[in-house]
């Protein structure tokens, strides 16, 4: 996510919002910039680290001002895309976070009328938006632009010749930190903590205005509401996290944000066919590593299922040894980080091979968006644990929409399927938060697995592939030795190491492998090794044959790796946590990675 800071005061602007900035930095960006007000607006911008922008940032001596560090979404990295923007007659200037999702429509229109346009961006449609409203009354034009708007926001605006801040937002973050003779406005609480302790939490709709003297909050109808300020006593390290106590735990509660706004993004295309315009490929190929891997194996029953179209997975760092099959797969590429060096491999070797190519990553102009024909974007946000947590879900979540856009044209789904189908992944934010509010229960279940040296992982069907994640999670970021088995091997193998110090997770849905499942626990419990069964809410009939139980929200058995998915994140985390282990950063790993 990008970060925001605004200041109003009697200090350098710029140095406040440098200073902001970095502390901001954690989060992931690609470029950064300010604007400061005076009898003009001074812009300042670069791709890259925020020192790149600093080292030819000129003396701008005003008080007032605006920065930005962008992790880009809609537009690639780069000079012309980075924050802030400014309007036609650079009278007003703005930063944002989130998606506008309808700002193609706008800025047509927008440019039919006259404005001109620098960036690739959805957020240089705001500024023009608010510029066309603005006939006087500032505060009177952002609230016209926003009713043309439809999407997510945060929003900081200012205008030349005052020492006014305006800021709104919408499911984005935003805070105003409250000094004396200065005030300021962040997405996040981190780039407050040298100034002041003393915040307001902005809520969605409402409008600020800030000057050095006094902090308005209006209402949605315009009335100036009454808050109490908040005091915050967290350390800077506990402000990044937002509270919680490690980057991982942070991005498993993130997880309904990510869903909502992959599905945001990306839900028009699929449903007006601009995704994949041509369906009528023989079959599909689905290439990745390590979780990117295990989202594609998930993809595989979806798009076999619902879209009814053959699909094989394959592990990027072995696709260049397959001939290539005479047919021409569609190949999908899955990397969160677009930068995985196997993966890259594998999609020049695809293209090499004739074949059409669609990527989805989590991070937008990365290398692996230049070697494809198609980019599908997850819409995460940067995630700094190295445990994939919500850029896995995310990903799922495009593949589900992926089987969506082939079902319909191949016309293997009728309107009401999809119609179902749509009203079941806009659940899922729901659900997960379900299973999120349930993590006291999961917590309490790690007893079971933080003394054992070794786990299995058992599933079958959608939720195979989601206990081989399930175990790769547990071994990374814990040491424990897992393994993620297909339920039904069981008794071809690994029976024989079965006992009552090596306990079984199982995924035990009630779906159409439910039997199958509870035979599988009670042949593991009779081998004296404990089962920790993850089932819907409901099941009492679970609890007769294990020895502890995770109940999860019943959904549609095609769903059920969502909430399974959840429940095991939050089971490594807390017996990583138990452990005392480094979990944001386990030893031997990186976030990406550039060798093969
Ligand atoms: C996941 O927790 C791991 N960090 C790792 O398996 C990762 O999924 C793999 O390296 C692929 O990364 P990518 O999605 O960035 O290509």
Redesign the pocket.
């Known amino acids: 996510m990008c970060g925001i800071i605004g200041y109003t005061g009697p200090r350098v602007a710029t140095e406040v919002i440098l200073d902001a900035l970095k502390k901001l930095e954690y989060r992931g960006y690609d470029s950064a910039g300010v604007a400061i007000s005076g009898s003009s607006i001074q812009i300042h911008k670069d791709k890259g680290e925020i020192s790149v922008m600093e080292s030819t940032l000129p003396h701008f001596l005003g008080g007032v001002g605006i920065g930005h560090t962008r992790w880009a979404t809609c537009g690639k990295p780069s000079k012309p895309n980075a924050h802030p923007f400014a309007d036609c007659t650079g009278s007003i200037a703005l930063v944002h976070n989130g998606i506008i999702e309808n700002y193609a429509e706008i800025k047509r229109k927008l440019i039919e009328d006259g404005h001109i346009f620098t960036s690739e961006t959805d957020t240089e449609v705001l500024v023009h938006l608010i510029e066309k409203h603005n006939h006087g009354d500032l505060r009177q034009a952002l609230v016209a632009a926003l009713s043309e708007v439809r999407g997510t926001y945060a929003i900081v605006l200012l205008q030349k010749d005052s020492d006014r801040i305006l800021a709104t937002r919408k499911e984005n973050p935003l805070v105003v930190g409250l000094g004396v003779g200065e005030n300021f406005v962040a997405s996040d609480v981190t780039a407050l903590l040298n100034y002041t302790n003393k915040v307001l939490y902005v809520m969605d709709d409402e409008i600020v205005e800030l000057d050095p003297r006094k902090v308005t909050i209006y209402d949605p109808s315009g009335i100036p509401v009454e808050r109490k300020p908040s005091l915050i006593n967290w350390s800077a390290d506990e402000a990044q996290k937002g509270g919680f106590e490690h980057f991982m735990l942070k991005e498993i509660f993130e997880q309904p944000e990510a869903i909502r706004n992959t599905l945001r993004s990306n839900l028009e295309a699929v449903e007006s066919g601009n995704l994949l315009s041509k369906t009528d490929f023989p079959s599909i190929k689905i290439v990745?590593?390590?979780?990117?891997y295990h989202a594609a194996l998930v993809g595989k029953y979806v798009l076999e299922k619902v879209a009814k179209v053959p699909t094989t997975v394959e592990l990027a760092s072995e696709y260049r040894y397959g001939s290539g099959a005479k047919e021409h797969p569609l190949v999908v590429l899955?990397?969160?980080?677009?930068?995985?060096a196997d993966?890259l491999a594998a999609a020049r070797e695809a293209r090499r091979r004739g074949c059409q190519t669609l990527a989805i990553t989590n991070v937008v102009g990365s290398t692996l968006t230049r070697e494809v024909d198609e980019v599908f974007y997850t819409r995460a946000g940067p995630e700094i644990g190295?445990?994939?947590t919500k850029?896995f879900i995310t990903q799922l979540i495009a593949l589900y929409l992926i089987a969506m856009r082939v079902g319909d044209g191949r016309r293997s789904l009728s309107r009401d399927d999809l119609r179902a189908f749509r009203s079941e992944l806009l659940r899922l934010p729901q659900v997960v938060r379900s299973v999120l509010d349930s993590s006291p229960q999961v917590e309490e279940a790690t007893d079971m697995l933080v003394e054992a040296r070794d786990i299995f992982f058992l599933g079958r069907n959608i939720n195979f592939p989601i206990m081989l994640e399930g175990a790769?999670?547990l071994k990374?970021i814990s040491y424990i030795h897992a393994e993620g088995y297909a339920a039904g091997e069981l008794k071809h193998g690994p029976l024989a190491l079965l006992d009552s110090k090596t306990p079984t997770v199982a995924a035990c849905p009630r779906d159409h492998t439910y039997d199958k499942m509870l035979s599988n626990v009670a042949e593991v419990q009779a081998r004296d090794s404990p089962v920790l069964a993850i089932g819907f809410q409901g099941d009492r009939d679970l609890e007769q044959v294990a020895s502890k139980v995770i109940l999860v929200p019943e959904v549609p058995p095609l769903f059920s790796p969502f909430p399974i998915t959840v429940a095991l994140q939050l089971l490594s985390y807390y017996v990583a946590k138990r452990k005392g282990c480094s979990i944001d950063k386990p030893k031997n790993?990186a976030?990406?990675?550039t060798v093969e």
């Open positions: 990745a590593c390590g979780t990117s899955i990397s969160q980080s677009g930068e995985t993966t190295v445990a994939a850029t790769l999670k990374e790993l976030k990406s990675v």
